[in-house]
């Protein structure tokens, strides 16, 4: 495709969703979303180089085409690609800025999350050594099913950023987005930042690195976006007093979530991914070495989406 074409093609003048610098000086009118500030900060932790990665809800690819310019093994892009009102695709999008790009990002689409597992063993991968599962969550209507079906995608040993939108309440709480009261789009559940780390745990995902941005107060409720990277580990994570989540020890689990993950699947004897931490403050659960999501939080800043512009698109130079 030559810059000519690339500068007059008409899916330039359609919605995007994100930034991508095509051409020199040539940005597509995505309007830079500021959950990519936590995204992205979670992920110059990890050292990607020669890793097999996939980014969930890839949208326009800025995720996707990041990991491949940072030496990903594979770069794995997945977004369902449902929006029957529009009559151009996020495909259509995608594929056109890979093409302009001169990307080799691998590209799933048209299919629920559910399937890629299967589709990713067609291209000869499975499980994935690192997962970007950023802004999808609180789309879905069984937010718990998802974070199941992601698990499933990354490795024993691997690392999978979880970015959401969240309420920065210490409650045991799933709060219904009533009326849009959050958001006013196809967006069904907020967790609390206490539920979304006990769902992670309780599917082997050890936390160990987090951030946020402060968005607005609803009900009397912090809405925040919030980033977690965590580690993919053999087992539940509990801490000392919970002995409900032992129970997976006895098996009592497993029916009600054996067509979402399969623990067998995602064993691997390979090395860890590499993770350099943000240097944030991590606070624990008392008398464990468990990461405490809601008291890491409040007990450091958050992000500011306008001091990191940058961090909302992806130019040709970033890497």
């Given at each position: ?110 299919m629920p999350l559910k399937h890629v597992w299967a589709a990713s063993a067609e291209i ?108 993919a580990v053999e087992s539940f994570r509990a801490t000392p007093d919970d002995d409900w ?75």
């Amino acid at each position: 495709m030559t810059p000519t074409e690339i500068a007059e093609h008409p899916l330039l003048s359609t919605n995007w969703y994100h930034k991508l610098e095509l051409l020199p000086g040539l940005v597509t009118n995505g309007p830079g979303f500021d959950n990519l500030v936590v995204t992205r900060a979670m992920l110059n932790g990890i050292d990607v180089a020669g890793q097999n990665c996939l980014d969930i809800g890839a949208m326009d690819g800025l995720v996707a085409y990041l990991l491949e310019r940072r030496g990903a093994g594979r770069s794995v892009a997945y977004d369902r690609n449902s929006r029957p009102l529009n009559p151009i695709s996020n495909g259509d999008r995608f594929r056109f800025a890979r093409e302009a790009l001169g990307s080799n990002v691998e590209f799933l689409w048209d299919m629920p999350l559910k399937h890629v597992w299967a589709a990713s063993a067609e291209i000869g991968l499975r499980t994935y050594d690192v997962v970007v599962f950023a802004g999808v969550l609180y789309h879905m209507f069984d937010p718990l099913a998802g974070l199941a079906v992601a698990r499933n995608l990354v490795r024993d040993g691997g690392l999978i950023v979880v970015e959401t939108g969240a309420t920065l309440d210490a409650s045991a709480s799933m709060h219904a987005n009533v009326g849009g009261r959050f958001y006013p789009a196809d967006d069904y559940w907020l967790p609390s930042v206490r539920t979304l780390e006990y769902w992670m745990r309780f599917l082997h995902l050890e936390p160990i690195d987090a951030t946020f941005l402060h968005h607005r107060v609803v009900d009397g409720l912090p809405v925040i976006r919030v980033a977690v990277t965590c580690r993919a580990v053999e087992s539940f994570r509990a801490t000392p007093d919970d002995d409900w989540m032992r129970r997976q020890n006895l098996g009592a689990f497993v029916p009600d979530f054996q067509e979402c993950l399969n623990w067998d699947e995602v064993k691997s004897d390979k090395p860890p991914v590499p993770y350099q931490h943000s240097g944030r403050h991590i606070a624990r659960h008392p008398g464990s070495d468990v990461l405490d999501l809601f008291s890491t939080l409040t007990s450091s800043p958050a992000m500011l989406a306008a001091e990191h512009p940058e961090l909302m698109q992806l130019l040709l130079a970033d890497r």
